[in-house]
């Protein structure tokens, strides 16, 4: 156990746990397509100091997002993670020019209203899924991306929207999400974050996502694409439903 005292600032067995726990959320994320970094995130909060947790856990979905991608590319749809980026780049901007905590409570709640009516409601128009709507889609969960660092479910449900099949949707999920995260490591390490007292953890904490990854894939090959829209809904649901309880908790407090 020496070797995990040297990991973090954490005591060794949270720092094991939080690895291993890395490889579980990213084999959910792979093979149900969202819900690893919610869970991921949701732990972190627990053991964590609040000024690491959404730098820290950005680096940590980095990897994992970007291990998915390396492995999925080939299903990538393209069209759509090219609107996608340059709001999303605009959102980092934002992010970094605004880097104050900002209400909490009101935040988890858009976005959970926003992730239920795209998955129970009568659907996007055909316009808010263009080129203008996803470049907005991808600026505004940015730029909560930085703040809460609970955009996911957002971004997946946006994507879901496309009707695409469910490599499709895994592939274009990760590298919007790989490209969300790349912009933290600049817009924290902007603010003086010392990304480096981390490192080490970090680095596991990936390690242990991309074999969380290549397990997960190779099981989403294996679910049909009622089974992956029925999981997809249901993980959706359950956190946009955590997403409520968290807002409204926050905000009578």
């Not at 099981?219 to 309880?245: I, K, M, P, Q, Y």
């Amino acid at each position: 156990m020496d070797w995990l005292a040297v990991l973090s600032p954490l005591p060794p067995l949270v720092s094991l746990g939080l690895i291993l726990l890395s490889g579980f959320t990213s084999l959910v994320s792979a093979s149900l397509g969202v819900g690893g970094g919610t869970l991921l995130i949701v732990t972190m909060a627990q053991v964590m100091p609040a000024a690491a947790l959404i730098p820290v856990h950005g680096m940590v979905q980095l990897g994992s997002n970007g291990g998915r991608l390396v492995m999925s590319w080939r299903h990538l749809h393209w069209p759509l993670l090219l609107a996608f980026l340059p709001g999303a780049g605009v959102g980092a901007l934002v992010a970094s020019w605004l880097l104050i905590r900002l209400p909490t409570g009101l935040l988890e709640l858009t976005i959970a209203a926003f992730v239920l009516y795209t998955l129970w409601g009568p659907g996007l128009p055909k316009r808010a899924l263009g080129r203008w709507g996803t470049g907005i889609a991808g600026a505004v969960t940015t730029l909560l991306s930085s703040f809460v660092g609970a955009s996911g479910p957002m971004v997946a449900a946006f994507i879901k929207q496309h009707g695409n099949p469910r490599q499709t949707t895994v592939a274009t999920f990760a590298a919007c999400m790989t490209f969300q995260h790349l912009t933290k490591a600049f817009v924290f390490g902007a603010a003086g974050f010392l990304f480096a007292d981390w490192l080490a953890l970090i680095v596991a904490m990936v390690a242990m996502g991309v074999v969380g990854t290549w397990l997960g894939l190779r099981l989403l090959n294996r679910l049909s694409e009622h089974r992956f829209d029925h999981g997809f809904r249901l993980v959706l649901t359950a956190l946009s439903l955590r997403l409520v309880w968290l807002g409204l908790s926050r905000l009578l407090a």
